[in-house]
C-alpha cells in the first residue's frame, strides 16, 4: 500500500541535545509538509518542499530544520530542542500544493527531558 | 475571529446515534474540504474531501459544505465506539492560498 511512514514512532532527547525525525513516501508525491501538533491542537505547519523548492514558515523558529534530500525521503532536524518543542510531529504530503489533498503519516511523538 | 472555528467538544454520544460535527469560517477564498479523523497518538486520516458547495456520501459518512453560509458539517449515521476519536476539518483555497488551515477538532466518544 502506498504510504507516508515515519520513523521513529517516539523519540525521547535530552534538552539541547540535536534530534532528527525521518519521513518517507511511496505516493510520489511533489509535495511533502511538516508540522508540529501539540496536546488538544491542530497541526501547525512548520515547512513545505515542493519538489527541491524550500519553504518556511515566517514563524517557524530558527532552530528547526528540513532536508529533502529526495523525492522520497524528508527530515526534520531540530538543533536544540527545548522543553517547549515536545509535540507529536506530523509528516504529510500531497500531490500538488493547490487544492492538493494532504495525506499525513503516524506521526513521532518527541519527549524532551 | 479565527478563519476556521470548531466546537472542541468532548461529545458523547450512544452507540447508533446520528452525530453532527461542523466547522464554520470567515474566508470565503476556502474552496476545498476535508475532514480528518485522528484516533488518540496517531496521525490524521483523511475521511471525507469535498469541492465547493453540496453533499458527498461515503457510507456511513456525509460531508456537507454551504458556501453561501461558509458552514460545513460532517455527519455520522450509525455511530459506532470505533469512530470514537478527534475529527478535524481542514480547508484551502485554490491558486497562492494552498496552505491547510485547521479547526481545532472536535473530540467524540460513542458508547456502547
Known amino acids: 500500500d502506498a504510504m507516508v511512514i515515519q520513523n521513529p514512532r517516539y523519540q525521547v532527547t535530552q534538552f539541547g541535545k540535536p534530534v532528527t525525525l525521518s519521513c518517507s513516501q511511496t505516493l510520489n508525491h511533489n509535495v511533502m509538509y511538516w508540522y508540529q501538533q501539540k496536546s488538544s491542537q491542530a497541526p501547525k505547519l512548520l515547512f513545505h518542499y515542493y519538489d527541491k523548492d524550500f519553504n518556511n514558515e515566517a514563524d517557524t523558529p530558527d532552530n528547526f530544520q528540513s532536508r529533502r534530500p529526495n523525492t522520497s525521503f524528508c527530515f526534520l532536524d531540530i538543533r536544540s530542542p527545548g522543553l517547549g518543542d515536545a509535540a507529536m510531529y506530523l509528516c504529510?504530503?500531497?500531490?500538488?500544493?493547490?487544492?492538493?489533498?494532504?495525506?499525513f503519516g503516524p506521526g513521532t511523538r518527541l519527549l524532551v527531558l | 475571529q479565527k478563519e476556521v472555528e470548531q466546537d472542541p467538544g468532548p461529545l458523547s454520544v450512544p452507540e447508533g446515534a446520528i452525530v453532527s460535527l461542523n466547522c464554520t469560517y470567515s474566508n470565503s477564498a476556502f474552496q476545498y474540504f476535508m475532514w480528518y479523523r485522528q484516533y488518540s497518538r496517531k496521525g490524521p486520516e483523511l475521511l471525507m474531501y469535498t469541492y465547493s458547495s453540496g453533499n458527498k456520501e461515503d457510507g456511513r459518512f456525509t460531508a456537507q459544505v454551504d458556501k453561501s453560509s461558509k458552514y460545513i458539517s460532517l455527519f455520522i449515521r450509525d455511530s459506532q465506539p470505533s469512530d470514537s476519536a478527534t475529527y478535524l476539518c481542514a480547508m484551502t483555497g485554490g491558486g497562492s492560498n494552498y496552505k491547510l488551515t485547521f479547526g481545532k477538532g472536535t473530540l467524540l466518544t460513542v458508547n456502547p
Open positions: 504529510a504530503t500531497s500531490r500538488e500544493k493547490a487544492g492538493g489533498t494532504q495525506y
